[in-house]
């Protein structure tokens, strides 16, 4: 009896010390009250008694109590922290001291309520925000210049936490500085930066130099270009390079834009300078591999991590996308190196228009409102007259998604002279009613017979002859019975 009772007296005054230790440090008045519970284990109720002591005493008690079993005492713990929440940089703390290990532990246990678990994943939800703050890593990059070790160290934490965030956030501290370093510490601090990427994400990291390279502003293309080319084999980029040694947009008012850049690089590795027409050959094969990559790739469920342009155009941030988007976007970007080269071979001009629009519909299947149709016509300088060229193009490589966008800039910018053929063979237009895709049959129907009825009302005539009008009867029947059931 003698032990019990010293010991209720030696927690006695634990807790009394632990409460006016909180309430020095303000950590009563926003976090946990004094805990009451009962337990056994003199080792648990230490460890509850430490909850107290602020957001770090409530991580680490939580981690270690999960490590001993004991699941009622965490329970209880993020239950009486779910109703004194704290604000969300306490949170962030509390969930730093938990490992990911402890972490599965409770979501998976059986013992811990859904009251728990849910508050528990609020921790963990602060924290990836405290982690991805812009202006944290920002701090953290500038903090990077500084000759505490430290600083550097506790710098580099807030990185290597940052993920995502953080490769987006050195990205841009990279191509933000001038491209002729005039001083050896801050091209130290370039390469340092760049070696902290590469370490957290090396294919996220040259996937955004990649973006930047080809997306960016003028000085931001120049930089994304020389960094990418300080980290890699020019094999690993040779279609930025590509791209910036025959650029038609770059500025010519700047010494050391990307052009200069590409050539540099590319004399430097002791590899000669690719003729314009070489590299549009090039080019216009992996349009044409991509392109067919996406075509054949079968819808599947899961979402990528992709790099998306700022609206400034100077730096690059996340997006969620299915591997189908990934794949037409690809196709794209090439569409976009070829186009800034200024390719006007005209059967890859239609190449490029069909790429730029299939990647436009995977990503918005209800794409093609006037607006949107207004906007690529002009961007695109797509033709209406042209449409039934381009149609027979995307159907002879199974580009269904540019299939469906072109009927849609048909019914928008179209008439009745895509029903017709000088030859009397049924144009390709007509031809997509018998698609072997719904979507595009029915909506081809559909836009045939408004372009119709647009072209008698305006004449005040009872028909209009084309090849193939028998089918579309037939096929606008079986929608009007579809419709009906």
């Not at 519970?37 to 430490?50: K, N, V």
């Not at 279609?239 to 038609?248: F, I, K, Q, S």
């Not at 299939?358 to 607006?371: E, H, L, S, T």
């Not at 017979?449 to 005539?461: F, G, K, V, Y």
């Amino acid at each position: 009896m003698i032990h019990i009772v010293r010991r209720k007296v030696c927690f006695i005054d634990i807790a009394s010390h632990l409460l006016m230790l909180s309430v020095v440090t303000g950590w009563a008045s926003k976090s946990l009250a004094q805990p009451v519970f009962e337990s056994a284990d003199p080792a648990t109720e230490q460890l509850i008694l430490r909850a107290a002591a602020g957001p770090a005493g409530l991580g680490r008690s939580l981690s270690m109590l999960t490590r001993s079993g004991d699941f009622s005492a965490v329970d209880q713990l993020l239950i009486q922290a779910a109703n004194q929440p704290g604000d969300a940089k306490d949170q962030a703390i509390t969930a730093s001291k938990i490992g990911p290990k402890e972490r599965l532990r409770l979501l998976t246990s059986d013992l811990i309520s859904p009251q728990a678990k849910s508050y528990l994943d609020q921790l963990f939800k602060s924290r990836r925000q405290q982690s991805e703050d812009p202006n944290q890593i920002t701090a953290a990059i500038n903090q990077l210049k500084t000759a505490s070790p430290d600083q550097r160290l506790a710098a580099m934490r807030i990185l290597f936490e940052g993920g995502r965030s953080a490769i987006a956030g050195l990205l841009t501290a990279v191509t933000s500085n001038q491209t002729e370093t005039t001083n050896k510490r801050d091209s130290r601090h370039c390469d340092e930066l760049l070696s902290i990427a590469l370490r957290l994400d090396r294919d996220a990291t040259l996937s955004g130099l990649r973006r930047l390279a080809l997306y960016g502003q003028p000085t931001t293309r120049a930089s994304a270009i020389d960094a990418l080319n300080r980290v890699v084999n020019p094999t690993e980029s040779i279609e930025a390079l590509l791209t910036a040694l025959h650029a038609v947009d770059v500025p010519a008012d700047n010494a050391r834009n990307e052009t200069t850049l590409a050539t540099e690089h590319l004399l430097r590795k002791g590899i000669g300078i690719p003729t314009r027409s070489d590299s549009l050959q090039h080019l216009r094969r992996q349009l044409e591999s991509a392109t067919d990559a996406a075509s054949k790739l079968i819808r599947e469920p899961g979402r990528d991590v992709i790099w998306t342009m700022n609206p400034e155009r100077v730096g690059v941030a996340t997006q969620t996308a299915s591997p189908l988007q990934v794949a037409y976007r690809h196709a794209a970007d090439v569409a976009t190196q070829l186009t800034r080269v200024g390719d006007d071979d005209p059967t890859s001009i239609v190449n490029q228009q069909i790429a730029q629009l299939a990647y436009r519909v995977i990503n918005d299947p209800d794409w093609g409102d006037a607006d949107q149709v207004q906007t690529f016509v002009k961007n695109f300088s797509v033709q209406a007259s042209e449409l039934n060229r381009l149609l027979n193009a995307s159907v002879a490589i199974t580009n269904d998604p540019a299939t469906l966008g072109l009927i849609r800039i048909a019914g928008n910018v179209g008439d009745v002279t895509l029903l017709r053929d000088e030859s009397g063979q049924v144009t390709p237009l007509v031809q997509m009613i018998d698609h072997p895709h719904p979507t595009i049959r029915f909506e081809a129907a559909r836009i045939i017979a408004n372009l119709l009825d647009e072209h008698l009302a305006d004449r005040d005539l009872r028909s209009f002859d084309y090849a193939g009008q028998h089918r579309v009867r037939k096929r606008l029947e079986s929608m009007t019975r579809l419709d009906q059931q």
